[in-house]
Protein backbone atom coordinates (compact mmCIF):
# COMPACT_ATOMS: atom_id res chain seq x y z
CA UNK A 1 0.00 0.00 0.00
CA UNK A 2 1.63 3.55 -1.07
CA UNK A 3 1.92 5.96 1.82
CA UNK A 4 0.12 9.33 1.43
CA UNK A 5 1.42 12.39 4.23
CA UNK A 6 -1.69 13.67 5.25
CA UNK A 7 -3.88 12.03 2.86
CA UNK A 8 -3.04 14.30 -0.02
CA UNK A 9 -4.76 12.75 -2.94
CA UNK A 10 -6.00 10.30 -1.43
CA UNK A 11 -9.73 9.05 -2.78
CA UNK A 12 -11.36 8.28 0.73
CA UNK A 13 -14.79 8.04 -0.59
CA UNK A 14 -17.31 8.81 -3.00
CA UNK A 15 -19.84 11.90 -2.24
CA UNK A 16 -22.69 13.42 -3.66
CA UNK A 17 -22.86 16.29 -1.73
CA UNK A 18 -19.83 18.22 -3.65
CA UNK A 19 -16.93 18.90 -5.58
CA UNK A 20 -13.61 20.41 -6.48
CA UNK A 21 -13.03 18.47 -9.64
CA UNK A 22 -10.87 20.77 -11.96
CA UNK A 23 -10.83 23.34 -9.43
CA UNK A 24 -14.59 24.39 -9.81
CA UNK A 25 -16.00 23.79 -6.45
CA UNK A 26 -19.76 22.65 -6.86
CA UNK A 27 -22.69 21.86 -5.05
CA UNK A 28 -24.27 18.66 -5.95
CA UNK A 29 -23.63 19.38 -9.56
CA UNK A 30 -24.19 23.22 -9.76
CA UNK A 31 -21.22 25.48 -9.52
CA UNK A 32 -20.35 27.79 -6.86
CA UNK A 33 -20.62 30.39 -9.32
CA UNK A 34 -24.26 30.08 -10.29
CA UNK A 35 -25.39 29.16 -6.58
CA UNK A 36 -23.80 32.55 -4.63
CA UNK A 37 -26.65 34.90 -4.84
CA UNK A 38 -29.26 31.85 -3.94
CA UNK A 39 -31.10 32.02 -0.55
CA UNK A 40 -29.09 30.13 1.63
CA UNK A 41 -32.00 27.86 2.71
CA UNK A 42 -31.73 26.76 -0.92
CA UNK A 43 -28.43 25.50 -0.55
CA UNK A 44 -28.99 23.66 2.70
CA UNK A 45 -31.99 22.12 1.43
CA UNK A 46 -29.46 21.17 -2.15
CA UNK A 47 -26.73 19.63 0.11
CA UNK A 48 -29.18 17.77 2.60
CA UNK A 49 -31.27 16.51 -0.38
CA UNK A 50 -29.27 16.84 -3.52
CA UNK A 51 -32.01 19.01 -5.37
CA UNK A 52 -33.26 22.41 -5.47
CA UNK A 53 -36.95 22.76 -2.89
CA UNK A 54 -40.05 23.94 -4.89
CA UNK A 55 -41.29 27.23 -3.88
CA UNK A 56 -43.63 26.00 -1.82
CA UNK A 57 -40.71 23.71 -0.10
CA UNK A 58 -38.42 26.33 0.25
CA UNK A 59 -41.01 28.14 2.12
CA UNK A 60 -41.91 25.71 4.73
CA UNK A 61 -37.94 24.65 4.83
CA UNK A 62 -37.15 28.20 5.79
CA UNK A 63 -39.60 28.61 8.42
CA UNK A 64 -38.61 25.68 9.67
CA UNK A 65 -35.14 26.85 10.40
CA UNK A 66 -35.88 29.67 11.56
CA UNK A 67 -38.61 28.44 14.21
CA UNK A 68 -35.57 26.66 15.11
CA UNK A 69 -33.28 29.23 15.88
CA UNK A 70 -33.60 29.42 19.35
CA UNK A 71 -32.20 27.84 22.62
CA UNK A 72 -33.25 26.37 25.98
CA UNK A 73 -33.03 27.89 28.59
CA UNK A 74 -30.81 25.89 30.76
CA UNK A 75 -28.30 26.13 27.18
CA UNK A 76 -28.76 30.05 27.92
CA UNK A 77 -27.29 29.86 31.93
CA UNK A 78 -24.77 27.16 30.80
CA UNK A 79 -23.15 29.54 28.21
CA UNK A 80 -23.39 32.77 30.35
CA UNK A 81 -21.45 30.75 32.61
CA UNK A 82 -18.84 29.41 30.54
CA UNK A 83 -18.39 31.83 28.04
CA UNK A 84 -17.12 34.77 30.37
CA UNK A 85 -14.32 32.60 30.96
CA UNK A 86 -11.16 33.81 29.13
CA UNK A 87 -11.48 30.57 26.83
CA UNK A 88 -11.21 30.64 23.36
CA UNK A 89 -14.77 30.92 21.76
CA UNK A 90 -14.10 28.04 20.22
CA UNK A 91 -13.78 25.84 23.03
CA UNK A 92 -17.03 27.65 24.32
CA UNK A 93 -18.69 26.48 21.27
CA UNK A 94 -16.78 23.03 21.08
CA UNK A 95 -18.66 22.62 25.19
CA UNK A 96 -22.29 23.85 23.70
CA UNK A 97 -22.13 21.63 20.30
CA UNK A 98 -21.62 18.72 22.99
CA UNK A 99 -24.15 19.71 25.94
CA UNK A 100 -27.70 18.93 24.01
CA UNK A 101 -26.44 15.40 23.14
CA UNK A 102 -26.41 15.01 26.95
CA UNK A 103 -29.44 16.59 27.83
CA UNK A 104 -31.60 15.68 25.03
CA UNK A 105 -32.76 12.14 23.55
CA UNK A 106 -30.40 12.81 20.82
CA UNK A 107 -31.83 10.30 18.75
CA UNK A 108 -34.83 12.16 18.16
CA UNK A 109 -32.86 15.37 17.22
CA UNK A 110 -33.14 16.60 13.19
CA UNK A 111 -30.91 18.39 11.05
CA UNK A 112 -32.77 21.34 10.62
CA UNK A 113 -33.25 21.98 14.44
CA UNK A 114 -29.54 21.39 14.90
CA UNK A 115 -28.56 23.76 12.50
CA UNK A 116 -31.31 26.36 13.67
CA UNK A 117 -29.76 26.16 17.44
CA UNK A 118 -25.81 25.52 16.37
CA UNK A 119 -26.54 29.22 14.59
CA UNK A 120 -28.51 31.10 17.78
CA UNK A 121 -25.65 29.64 19.94
CA UNK A 122 -22.85 30.93 17.66
CA UNK A 123 -24.93 34.67 17.94
CA UNK A 124 -25.29 33.99 21.46
CA UNK A 125 -21.59 33.54 22.05
CA UNK A 126 -20.88 36.57 20.52
CA UNK A 127 -23.40 38.55 22.69
CA UNK A 128 -22.74 36.99 25.60
CA UNK A 129 -18.71 37.64 25.36
CA UNK A 130 -19.49 41.56 24.58
CA UNK A 131 -22.16 41.67 27.66
CA UNK A 132 -25.17 41.74 25.00
CA UNK A 133 -28.78 40.49 25.71
CA UNK A 134 -29.58 37.35 23.67
CA UNK A 135 -31.96 38.57 20.66
CA UNK A 136 -34.79 36.54 19.73
CA UNK A 137 -35.27 35.22 16.19
CA UNK A 138 -38.76 37.00 14.25
CA UNK A 139 -40.34 34.03 12.32
CA UNK A 140 -40.82 36.34 8.74
CA UNK A 141 -37.05 36.97 8.38
CA UNK A 142 -34.93 34.41 6.78
CA UNK A 143 -32.00 32.43 8.34
CA UNK A 144 -29.27 34.98 7.24
CA UNK A 145 -31.20 37.94 8.21
CA UNK A 146 -32.18 36.37 11.21
CA UNK A 147 -28.33 35.42 12.22
CA UNK A 148 -27.37 38.91 11.48
CA UNK A 149 -29.69 40.42 13.90
CA UNK A 150 -28.99 37.50 16.27
CA UNK A 151 -25.43 38.39 16.88
CA UNK A 152 -25.09 42.15 15.81
CA UNK A 153 -29.03 43.01 17.68
CA UNK A 154 -29.42 45.12 14.56
CA UNK A 155 -31.80 44.54 11.68
CA UNK A 156 -29.48 44.17 8.92
CA UNK A 157 -29.58 46.18 5.64
CA UNK A 158 -30.72 43.97 2.54
CA UNK A 159 -26.99 44.61 1.04
CA UNK A 160 -25.67 43.36 4.64
CA UNK A 161 -27.65 40.38 4.27
CA UNK A 162 -27.10 39.54 0.35
CA UNK A 163 -23.48 39.44 1.44
CA UNK A 164 -23.39 37.57 4.17
CA UNK A 165 -25.39 35.32 2.82
CA UNK A 166 -22.72 34.61 -0.36
CA UNK A 167 -20.47 34.10 2.33
CA UNK A 168 -22.40 31.49 4.03
CA UNK A 169 -22.89 29.80 0.71
CA UNK A 170 -19.36 29.94 0.04
CA UNK A 171 -18.66 28.52 2.99
CA UNK A 172 -20.96 25.63 3.51
CA UNK A 173 -19.37 22.49 2.36
CA UNK A 174 -16.24 21.53 0.86
CA UNK A 175 -16.13 18.09 0.15
CA UNK A 176 -13.58 16.11 2.29
CA UNK A 177 -12.00 18.72 4.33
CA UNK A 178 -10.58 18.34 7.46
CA UNK A 179 -13.01 19.09 9.84
CA UNK A 180 -15.75 17.28 7.38
CA UNK A 181 -13.53 14.24 7.18
CA UNK A 182 -13.66 14.38 11.05
CA UNK A 183 -17.52 14.69 11.09
CA UNK A 184 -17.23 11.54 8.77
CA UNK A 185 -14.98 9.44 11.06
CA UNK A 186 -17.31 9.63 14.00
CA UNK A 187 -20.41 9.19 11.94
CA UNK A 188 -19.37 6.15 10.14
CA UNK A 189 -19.29 4.71 14.28
CA UNK A 190 -22.48 4.77 13.65
CA UNK A 191 -22.47 7.65 16.37
CA UNK A 192 -24.97 11.10 16.92
CA UNK A 193 -25.08 14.10 15.58
CA UNK A 194 -23.86 15.95 18.47
CA UNK A 195 -20.93 13.71 18.66
CA UNK A 196 -20.08 14.08 15.01
CA UNK A 197 -20.49 18.07 15.12
CA UNK A 198 -18.38 18.95 18.27
CA UNK A 199 -15.40 16.49 16.68
CA UNK A 200 -15.89 18.30 13.52
CA UNK A 201 -15.70 21.95 16.04
CA UNK A 202 -12.56 20.72 17.10
CA UNK A 203 -11.08 19.73 13.77
CA UNK A 204 -11.97 23.42 12.75
CA UNK A 205 -10.33 25.46 15.34
CA UNK A 206 -6.51 24.85 14.64
CA UNK A 207 -4.88 27.26 12.92
CA UNK A 208 -4.07 25.28 9.63
CA UNK A 209 -8.30 25.20 8.67
CA UNK A 210 -10.73 27.11 9.91
CA UNK A 211 -8.61 29.12 12.46
CA UNK A 212 -6.91 30.82 9.93
CA UNK A 213 -9.31 33.83 9.29
CA UNK A 214 -8.42 34.67 12.63
CA UNK A 215 -4.78 34.85 12.19
CA UNK A 216 -4.94 36.62 9.17
CA UNK A 217 -6.83 39.74 10.80
CA UNK A 218 -3.81 39.45 13.74
CA UNK A 219 -1.30 39.64 11.08
CA UNK A 220 -3.10 42.69 9.42
CA UNK A 221 -3.84 44.33 13.01
CA UNK A 222 -0.12 43.96 13.51
CA UNK A 223 1.45 45.56 10.62
CA UNK A 224 -1.46 47.99 10.15
CA UNK A 225 -0.99 49.44 14.37
CA UNK A 226 3.01 49.07 13.84
CA UNK A 227 2.88 51.10 10.64
CA UNK A 228 5.14 48.22 9.52
CA UNK A 229 6.34 47.92 5.67
CA UNK A 230 3.86 44.72 4.36
CA UNK A 231 6.69 43.80 1.71
CA UNK A 232 9.14 43.85 4.64
CA UNK A 233 7.14 41.81 6.85
CA UNK A 234 6.00 38.95 4.63
CA UNK A 235 9.79 38.79 3.40
CA UNK A 236 10.74 38.61 7.05
CA UNK A 237 7.97 36.12 7.70
CA UNK A 238 8.80 33.83 4.78
CA UNK A 239 12.68 34.24 5.68
CA UNK A 240 11.88 32.44 8.93
CA UNK A 241 10.20 29.78 7.58
CA UNK A 242 7.06 30.83 9.09
CA UNK A 243 3.74 30.39 7.29
CA UNK A 244 1.55 33.51 6.23
CA UNK A 245 -2.04 33.32 7.35
CA UNK A 246 -5.04 32.85 4.06
CA UNK A 247 -2.74 31.87 1.65
CA UNK A 248 -1.86 28.15 0.25
CA UNK A 249 -4.59 25.28 0.07
CA UNK A 250 -4.14 21.40 -0.12
CA UNK A 251 -6.75 21.38 -3.19
CA UNK A 252 -6.41 24.98 -5.02
CA UNK A 253 -3.07 24.84 -5.87
CA UNK A 254 -3.65 28.16 -8.84
CA UNK A 255 -5.85 30.13 -6.60
CA UNK A 256 -9.39 29.59 -4.49
CA UNK A 257 -12.22 30.26 -6.34
CA UNK A 258 -14.17 31.49 -3.25
CA UNK A 259 -11.17 33.87 -2.75
CA UNK A 260 -12.31 35.95 -6.54
CA UNK A 261 -15.83 36.56 -5.00
CA UNK A 262 -14.74 37.15 -0.91
CA UNK A 263 -11.93 39.57 -2.58
CA UNK A 264 -14.99 41.92 -3.84
CA UNK A 265 -17.13 41.03 -0.94
CA UNK A 266 -14.18 42.15 1.00
CA UNK A 267 -13.60 45.48 -1.27
CA UNK A 268 -17.60 47.02 -1.30
CA UNK A 269 -17.72 46.13 2.85
CA UNK A 270 -14.62 47.81 3.15
CA UNK A 271 -15.57 50.90 0.97
CA UNK A 272 -19.05 51.11 3.20
CA UNK A 273 -17.26 50.59 6.50
CA UNK A 274 -13.84 52.57 6.42
CA UNK A 275 -12.04 49.88 6.51
CA UNK A 276 -9.66 50.24 3.60
CA UNK A 277 -6.26 50.84 5.40
CA UNK A 278 -6.70 46.98 5.92
CA UNK A 279 -8.27 45.93 2.31
CA UNK A 280 -5.19 48.01 0.95
CA UNK A 281 -2.88 46.20 2.96
CA UNK A 282 -4.55 42.75 1.88
CA UNK A 283 -3.45 43.68 -1.73
CA UNK A 284 -0.06 44.61 -1.47
CA UNK A 285 0.50 41.35 0.94
CA UNK A 286 -0.93 39.01 -1.74
CA UNK A 287 0.83 41.19 -4.73
CA UNK A 288 4.06 40.39 -2.26
CA UNK A 289 3.11 36.44 -2.03
CA UNK A 290 2.39 36.21 -5.76
CA UNK A 291 5.94 37.72 -6.48
CA UNK A 292 7.28 35.49 -3.86
CA UNK A 293 6.26 32.42 -3.44
CA UNK A 294 3.64 30.27 -5.77
CA UNK A 295 0.84 30.47 -3.41
CA UNK A 296 -2.83 32.37 -3.91
CA UNK A 297 -5.38 33.65 -1.14
CA UNK A 298 -7.77 31.07 0.38
CA UNK A 299 -11.23 31.55 1.92
CA UNK A 300 -10.31 32.45 4.71
CA UNK A 301 -7.89 35.40 3.65
CA UNK A 302 -10.62 37.93 2.86
CA UNK A 303 -13.38 36.34 5.39
CA UNK A 304 -11.20 38.16 8.02
CA UNK A 305 -12.01 41.34 6.67
CA UNK A 306 -15.62 40.72 6.26
CA UNK A 307 -15.91 39.96 9.57
CA UNK A 308 -14.22 42.63 10.74
CA UNK A 309 -16.23 44.67 8.64
CA UNK A 310 -19.39 42.89 10.65
CA UNK A 311 -18.21 44.39 14.43
CA UNK A 312 -17.11 40.95 15.14
CA UNK A 313 -14.09 40.24 17.27
CA UNK A 314 -10.79 38.15 15.93
CA UNK A 315 -11.84 35.37 18.26
CA UNK A 316 -14.64 34.90 17.00
CA UNK A 317 -14.36 34.23 13.34
CA UNK A 318 -14.06 30.73 13.50
CA UNK A 319 -17.19 29.92 14.97
CA UNK A 320 -18.89 31.88 11.83
CA UNK A 321 -17.36 29.88 9.75
CA UNK A 322 -18.58 26.79 12.05
CA UNK A 323 -21.98 28.93 11.70
CA UNK A 324 -21.90 28.28 7.85
CA UNK A 325 -20.14 25.03 8.03
CA UNK A 326 -22.62 23.23 9.88
CA UNK A 327 -25.05 22.65 7.05
CA UNK A 328 -22.15 20.71 5.28
CA UNK A 329 -21.00 18.76 7.85
CA UNK A 330 -24.51 17.64 8.74
CA UNK A 331 -24.69 16.58 4.90
CA UNK A 332 -22.03 14.64 5.17
CA UNK A 333 -23.03 12.82 8.65
CA UNK A 334 -26.06 11.99 7.05
CA UNK A 335 -24.60 10.60 4.06
CA UNK A 336 -21.83 8.84 5.61
CA UNK A 337 -24.12 6.87 8.47
CA UNK A 338 -26.09 5.77 5.45
CA UNK A 339 -22.83 4.36 4.11
CA UNK A 340 -22.65 2.10 6.81
CA UNK A 341 -18.90 1.28 6.51
CA UNK A 342 -16.83 2.18 8.86
CA UNK A 343 -13.81 4.70 8.80
CA UNK A 344 -10.26 2.86 9.35
CA UNK A 345 -7.00 3.13 7.77
CA UNK A 346 -3.92 1.73 8.04
CA UNK A 347 -0.51 2.89 9.01
CA UNK A 348 2.73 2.26 8.26
CA UNK A 349 4.60 1.32 11.15
CA UNK A 350 8.51 2.98 11.61
CA UNK A 351 9.17 1.57 15.34
CA UNK A 352 11.73 -0.48 16.33
CA UNK A 353 10.83 -4.11 15.58
CA UNK A 354 11.82 -7.16 17.24
CA UNK A 355 12.04 -6.88 21.18
CA UNK A 356 11.17 -8.76 23.67
CA UNK A 357 10.36 -7.72 27.09
CA UNK A 358 13.09 -8.61 29.81
CA UNK A 359 13.16 -11.84 31.84
CA UNK A 360 13.59 -11.61 35.65
CA UNK A 361 12.10 -7.55 36.14
CA UNK A 362 10.21 -9.15 38.63
CA UNK A 363 10.08 -5.48 40.41
CA UNK A 364 7.68 -4.48 38.14
CA UNK A 365 5.06 -6.87 38.43
CA UNK A 366 1.68 -6.11 39.12
CA UNK A 367 0.60 -7.62 42.02
C1 LIG B 1 -3.63 25.14 3.83
C2 LIG B 1 -2.32 24.41 3.93
C3 LIG B 1 -2.27 23.62 5.24
C4 LIG B 1 -2.22 23.45 2.75
O1 LIG B 1 -1.12 22.74 2.94
P1 LIG B 1 -0.52 21.58 2.04
O2 LIG B 1 -1.24 21.37 0.77
O3 LIG B 1 -0.36 20.41 2.92
O4 LIG B 1 0.85 22.18 1.66
P2 LIG B 1 2.07 22.30 2.64
O5 LIG B 1 1.71 22.86 3.96
O6 LIG B 1 2.81 21.00 2.61
O7 LIG B 1 2.90 23.38 1.87
C5 LIG B 1 3.71 23.12 0.71
C6 LIG B 1 4.85 24.12 0.74
O8 LIG B 1 4.32 25.46 0.66
C7 LIG B 1 4.62 26.16 1.86
N1 LIG B 1 3.42 26.88 2.29
C8 LIG B 1 2.16 26.44 2.25
N2 LIG B 1 1.33 27.37 2.72
C9 LIG B 1 2.10 28.41 3.05
C10 LIG B 1 1.80 29.67 3.58
N3 LIG B 1 0.56 30.02 3.87
N4 LIG B 1 2.82 30.53 3.79
C11 LIG B 1 4.08 30.17 3.50
N5 LIG B 1 4.41 28.99 2.98
C12 LIG B 1 3.44 28.12 2.77
C13 LIG B 1 4.99 25.12 2.90
O9 LIG B 1 5.84 25.64 3.89
C14 LIG B 1 5.64 24.06 2.04
O10 LIG B 1 6.93 24.47 1.76
P3 LIG B 1 8.12 23.39 1.62
O11 LIG B 1 7.70 22.50 0.50
O12 LIG B 1 9.32 24.21 1.35
O13 LIG B 1 8.15 22.67 2.94
C15 LIG B 1 -1.13 25.39 3.89
O14 LIG B 1 -1.13 26.09 2.67
C16 LIG B 1 -1.18 26.36 5.07
O15 LIG B 1 -0.74 26.01 6.16
N6 LIG B 1 -1.71 27.62 4.85
C17 LIG B 1 -1.80 28.58 5.91
C18 LIG B 1 -3.00 28.28 6.80
C19 LIG B 1 -4.31 28.59 6.12
O16 LIG B 1 -4.49 29.65 5.54
N7 LIG B 1 -5.23 27.65 6.25
C20 LIG B 1 -6.56 27.77 5.70
C21 LIG B 1 -6.73 26.81 4.57
S1 LIG B 1 -8.25 27.09 3.71
Not at 300 to 319: G, K, M, R, S, V
Amino acid sequence: MALSKGLAGVIADQTRISSTHNAILSYAGYPINELKDAPFEEIVYLLWHGQLPSRDELAAFRFELVSQMALPYETVQLMARIAREPQHPMSILRTTVSLPGTTNDVKRDEPPRILGKMLAAIAAIIRIRNDQPIKHAHRQWGVVENFIYLFSGKRPTASEVKMLNTVMILHADHEFNASTFTARVVASTQSDYYSCLTAAVCALKGPLHGGANEQVFHMLETIHHNHQDPVEFVNQRLAAGDKIMGFGHRVYKNGDPRAVILREIAKTLARDTDNMAYFDLQEQISQVMAEKTHLHPNVDYYTALIYHCFNLDAETFTPMFAACRTAGWLAHIIEQQARGCLIRPSSEYVGQTNRHYPTGKEENAID
